[in-house]
Structures are given as C-alpha cells and as structure tokens.
C-alpha cells in the first residue's frame, strides 16, 4: 500500500492528527477483536462495516461450542448444551434491547430482516375503510419496496393509489423532518402505516425517527423502521420513541456473518393482544406448554410472540461474539467516538477536494444528529477508474454508478489511522484519473 508518500502536501497533517486522536481513543483495542481482511502483507482498509461486519474473533470458539456440543449431545443439547438451543434466541436479547433502547421483551432475535418485515406488517399494517395508505420512503432498499407492494396486494389494494415514497426536494438528496411530519399529516386518516428506513442506505440520512413516530400516531397512523442500517450504528430509543415494530438484520453493523439472523421489535403496549392478527407457528405458542404439541394456539407475551420457527443456532453464533464486544464497549462510547471519526473524514474529503480542485459532494447530512457513520460521496467527472484505483490500493468501500463511493467508517474497528490513510489514496487517485 503506499500510503505515506502521497504528493498531497496537506496528507501529513491528517496523519499526525489520526495517530493523536488513535492514542487517546478508549476503544482502540477493540480493533484487535476483529479480523481485518488482508491485503498482500498488510491488513485492508475495510470500510463497509455497513455492508458485511467483520468477523469477531470471538466466533470462531462459540461456533465450536455450538458443533462440539451437537457432536455430544445431539438433540439432547437442546436442554443440556452450555447455551442450551430451546432458548437460544434468549442469549442476544439482553444486548439487543441495550443498542435498541428497549425493555427486553420488547426485542427478539429470529429469521431474517425482510421476512421479519413481513411478519410485522401484517400486523400493523391493517388498512380498512378510509385508512388504507402505507408510507415508505423513495428511493428505499428495494427489498423493502418489494414488501410493501406486496402488502399492498395482499390486502387488494392498488400500489398506484396507497404507495406513498416520500421525496427528497427538488435539488435535495435528503428529507426534511418538516417535510415529513407535514406529509403524514396531510395524509391524515388516509393513512395506515409509516415504515421508514432508520438510516437510509444510499444517502446515509438518520431519520428524525421520534418525530416522525409522533406524526404518525398523531393521525392514528401505526409507525415502524427498517433499521438495517440503524442497528448497532445510531443510538435508539425504540421504547420512549413509541415506536410500534422495528427490524432489523445481524450482518451489517451488529457483525454477526452472512446470513446471520435477524431482529424484530414490537412496542410493549402491543405485547398482549391476541387479537393483532400475525402469522402464527409453534416458537410464538406459550413457551411452557410449547412441547405439550398442544392444537390450538396460545400467544405468548411480548415480541416472542411473533416467531414462529425455533431458532436458528449457527446463524446466531457468531452474533453473540459481536455482541458481547458491543456490551463492553457501550453504544455511548461508540457514538462518541463514531462522530469523531466520520467528522475526521468528512474534513479530510474537503481537504482533499480543495487539494486537486474536484467536486466531491456528500450526500449525506452534516449535521451529526441526523446521520450515523456512513458517508455517501459523489466524486463528479470520475469513474471506475478511481474505484479501481481505490480497490488496487487496498481500499474497500460500495461504488455505485456513475461515482458515488458510500464508506463507513466502523467505530468498533476502524481507527482514525485507517481514515487519513484512505485520505492520500483517494487524492493520488482523483489525481491520476484526470
Ligand atoms: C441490507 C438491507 C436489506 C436486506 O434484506 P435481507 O432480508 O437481510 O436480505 C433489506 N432492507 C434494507 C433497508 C437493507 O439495508
């Protein structure tokens, strides 16, 4: 990697100023409780944290246990291995309350984000007489449109006539709260249900997700996120927000390896309604009576009341190593030290642009209350060959046609190092590729 000899005289600076703020951060070493990718000989400059998290070096021995005490026990393990496997869900949900801001049983880990989505907005999602629309936001993740199409047809409804994708203003790349708030109460009890994403993928926009709950509920509209890209990434406060149901997936920021299961938050006001239609299966019937193979269904309180399969054991092992790192590190002190290191990038990407005379716009806001850790950048004029250029110099982050570079910088395992060396890369190669 050629990191240190740049021909941008301002690089030093930058670099002096990474190793000052490296040696006072407290979650350094946390850097060491992951695996960076290689590169050759040095390690990479990972920077899609928000895509796949890196692997925990912690999951490797859970992952084992796991093996080793199917090899003893069999389906014995069960009831005897050392997480036993009836209750294995229950092993995340301390944790996942903690980074959701909400009371354990508002919270359980199961199947996968978008048909966690699904199983939700069937039960919020309840359009009837007047009130049949279902807000998203434009633009959104296209799994989560899928979905809310579908809905919309499952209930017989026309997508043309109860679709409503909130739009960025004319010349904006993000929402304005006012516009928003505005909108949900135009629509009035037209509409059923917002379902927003928490931070928006390609933008980087952290919803004003309190805001927005208190508008929806203010119409007697039902108010749910996506936040995929939310989890593990932005304080939440799911319970005092009053947000109804939330998901989210356990790959991105929450590292809990490809395909890992998934989240699912439902408000307590709602955790004992029998009459809030859902899709039932067996793991939502009365966990003590769960074996009795009884016919008729007895809901069990809480968010568990929404699964409906057992749980998935290997693709939640490698989660609890990550989330064990989250417990001890603290969602404040990654927050903390999170908004430095995106403002430390942000700085640099000004800096760089005023160095080789290019216009590299950021899309996403500026203001830290209203992002988490991604930044989403436009390089205007360049194409794959930057990306190339990046990727040649051991940099890894999304490159989205024509030139948008969507990076984020992971407080549990990027340092401010890793930043200002991104930094020389990226300004040789908007250099070169002139
Ligand atoms: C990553 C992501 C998904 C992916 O859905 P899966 O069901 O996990 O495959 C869906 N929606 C959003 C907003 C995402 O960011």
Redesign the pocket.
Known sequence: MPPENTTWPGHQAFLDKARVFDDADPLASFRERFHMPPRGEEACLYFTGN?LGLQPVGASDIIQGELEDWRKYGVEAHFEGRRPWVSYHKEATHDLAAIMGAQPREVVAMN??????HLLLISFYRPEGRRTKLMIEAG?????RYAALSQLRLHGLDPEENLIELAPREGEHTLRTEDITDRIAAEGDRLACVML?GV??YTGQWMPMAEVTAAAHAVGATCGF?L??AAGNVPLQLHDWKVDFACW?G??YLNGGP?CT?GAFVHERHAQKPELPRLEGWWGHAESRRFKMEPDFDLMPGAEGWQTSNAPVMNMAALLASLAEFRAAGMDRLRHKSIALTAFLEEGIMAVAQDTGDTLEILTPSDPDARGCQLSIVAHGHGKALFEHLTENGVIVDWREPAVIRMAPVPLYNSFADVARFLGILDDGLRRDT
């Open positions: 895509s996968a984000l978008t048909v966690n989505l959104a993740f296209p799994s989560d994403c928006q993928y996506d995929a890209h997936c790959y991105k395909g998934a």
